[in-house]
């Protein structure tokens, strides 16, 4: 039996050469993400020309470096005579062998076509969101549904052009698969919302709409962010209009947050979400550094990571228990009137709305639901464009039991189909039911988690996630690491527990 060895194995001339091209790459590709992240931060409103250019032609240099014959024939060298590889070797070869193939599969004149469609959709969108006018972008998604099946076609796949989309953002995905797990969260949810509503029980969340001083909330933000492990010799955080984390290489992964003078918890949640993100690929073994292994597995996987902290660790009542007392001294007079209970209460009511980004824990996988059902649909031919609006106002009545009153607060409200990225709300969800099965092995591990939580320790949470998950960055697929951690593939019934629980204390059925 071979030994697993857990280093590159540079001893074998295929491999230093494959790690060569790798390094050149992925530095390469480390500097978009810093140009990235100062676009949307520090870079002065005139240097986007510049900026978009300089972004494009180093693109094109990773493209043209990266689709290389010499990788696909060493690659395929690798897969002949993979005898003397090792774990990392082989994941190397398995994650490039998918990206070489993604980008070398698709013809020239296909991707520019796409960049200039969705380029100009993405414009359409706007404007169709802004005049409320569902007819202004429909001609673009009349041509951007059949560009994205033309776009697996020639990628390949098996039963359904969907299951090629779904496998870019979450690999070895398909449409039965998550059609069964969407399908069990959907009805559970739907239940539990009934419950939730019959309770008659409404927290108080007056208080998280008072003034708070946005520099005090980003003061607030550095603290919690340093105390839950978030890692600032590693790090650095700062303010943009959307929450986002960037990961040049584990030790400068970079994350955001927003601040709304009257809504205090946007702050501290996107601060926790994007610290879990942060920390994620932190933890990334520096054994990875120069090669796409420092990254995450799949999309859902790294979402995973950051509501693990968002919803598990941030909104739950022993948390408060230690943070509320600290927020009273920076907040005194917003704080004065409300128990650790209340806020808890406050920061989980549930309370179904119109648009996903405000969704609560609960609703929120509906929105995600229906907006996978609907793309499924169109991809698969069983849907037309010019039916999208009914068909979402249709589900919004089933499943929240509430009717936008537009197209704006409707079924024009996310920018995702505009870029082309069908296949990709799915894994919001796919997070948050990871986070969930993740979360009970790593509380049957630690039966004390809320005790030490309320004393306002978390480092060994950080310490159990990084030896699980956080190191092995990419080397695991998502099906092999979730199986590792938790002993069975993605289960959604940890969720369904989870959240019955959670809410039945809150809202008093359990
Ligand atoms: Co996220």
Known sequence: MTQIKSMFTTTDERMRQLLEIEGTVTHLTSILDVLFWDQRTYMPPRGIDGRSKAMAALEGTC?????????????????????????????????????????????????????????MAGAAWEQARERNDFSLFAPYLEKIIPMKI????????EVSPYNALLDEYEPGMTVDKLDHVLGNLRQSTIELLKKISASGYRPRTDFLNRKYDPELQIQLAHRIAERIGYDFSAGHLTRSRHPFTVNPNPGDVRITTRTYENFLSACIFSTIHESGHGMHHQGASMELLGTRLIHSPSYGIGESQSRLW????????????????????????????V??????????????????????????NLHVILRHEIERDLIEGNLSVNDIPRVWNKKMREYLGITPENNRDGCLQ????????FGYFATYSLGNLY???????????????????AKGEFAFIKQWLTDKIYQHGKVYTSDELITRVTGEPLNPRHFVEYATNKFGKIYGFQ
């Open 310 to 337: 968002e919803n598990y660790i941030g909104r739950s009542g022993v948390f408060w228990e230690f943070w509320l007392p600290e927020l009273q001294k920076v907040f005194p007079d917003q704080l004065k009137d």
């Open 435 to 453: 986070a969930a099965q993740i979360y009970a092995v790593l509380k049957k591990d630690h039966p004390d988690l809320e005790e030490r939580v």
């Open 150 to 157: 033309e776009e697996a076609d020639y990628v390949g796949y």
């Open 339 to 364: 128990t650790p209970e209340e806020f808890t209460h406050g920061v989980n009511a549930v309370k179904p709305s119109l648009i996903r980004t405000e969704a609560d824990e609960i609703t929120y």
């Open 63 to 119: 493209h043209e470096k990266f689709t290389n014959p010499k990788i696909g024939e060493l690659l395929s060298n690798l897969e002949n005579d993979p005898s003397d590889l090792s774990l990392y070797d082989m994941a190397l070869v398995r994650e490039m062998r998918r990206d070489y193939d993604r980008q070398t599969k698709l013809p020239n004149e296909f991707v520019i076509r796409r960049a200039e469609i969705t380029s």
């Open 414 to 421: 996310d920018i995702h189909w505009s870029r082309g990225a």
